[in-house]
Antibody
């Protein structure tokens, strides 16, 4: 059974960089696409970006200028960096796995439990 | 962006009754290449991550009770719970993966017991 676990600071100061890591266990990170999704308190889901195990990335245009997603296949991990954060970036951040076929990304079948990141001084 | 609009925003249904949640996309998510609708449904209970219920608009994920069913094509989709159980209280989201820049979700529909 594949499991994903987010880790990182729960509190980030405004203007600083939010950094999270997702550790994949029970399966390989290889040959899959992996996404970050966030959910502000009491609100809906927003896709942030994805990475293929090979390192190919795509980001939500609304966040592209501030987002970097990277992968470390040797550790079965992928990471998120979001720069210049404000209170609007306060959210539960989820990592998740995509099914895919023919290099086309599909739906999300496994999700981490999520981690709350609060942006506050 | 493909905008996903769910209706209603909230819904109260009696135990054992049918619950119907709608999702409309701003453009078709039906692929002419494989005749599949790139549409999935998720269930999110309080304090938990979303859980995949349905993909390709109508394929139930393994382990999901058969009272959950998805239907629709093109731009209009429906998630139906045939006989509501207490454990089905949750927020339900549709998501399109036809256009991945960006992947988009509906705003969510809150389902409660009447």
């Amino acid at each position: 059974q594949v499991q994903l676990q987010e880790s990182g600071p729960g509190l980030v100061k405004p203007s600083e960089t939010l950094s999270l890591t997702c550790t994949v266990s029970g399966g390989s990170i290889n040959n899959y696409y992996w996404s970050w999704i966030r959910q502000p308190p009491g609100k809906g889901l927003e896709w942030i970006g994805y990475i293929y195990y090979s390192g190919t990335t795509n980001y939500n245009p609304s966040l592209r200028s501030r987002v970097t997603v990277s992968v470390d296949t040797s550790k079965n991990q992928f990471s998120l960096k979001l720069s210049s954060v404000t209170a609007a970036d306060t959210a539960v951040y989820y990592c998740a796995r995509h099914l895919s076929g023919d290099s086309i990304i599909y739906y999300l079948d496994y999700w981490g439990q999520g981690t709350l990141v609060t942006v506050s001084s | 962006d493909i905008v996903m609009t769910q209706s209603p925003d909230s819904l109260a249904v009696s135990l054992g009754e049918r619950a119907t949640i709608n999702c409309k996309s701003s453009q078709s998510v039906l692929s002419g290449r494989n005749n599949k609708n790139y549409l999935s449904w998720y269930q999110q209970k309080p304090g938990q991550p979303p859980k995949l219920l349905v993909y390709w608009a109508s394929t139930r994920e393994s382990g999901v009770p058969d009272r959950f069913s998805g239907s629709g094509s093109g731009t209009d989709f429906t998630l139906t719970i045939s006989s509501l159980q207490a454990e089905d209280v949750a927020v339900y989201y549709c998501q399109q993966y036809y256009s991945i820049l960006p992947i988009t979700f509906g705003q969510g529909t809150r389902l409660e017991i009447k």
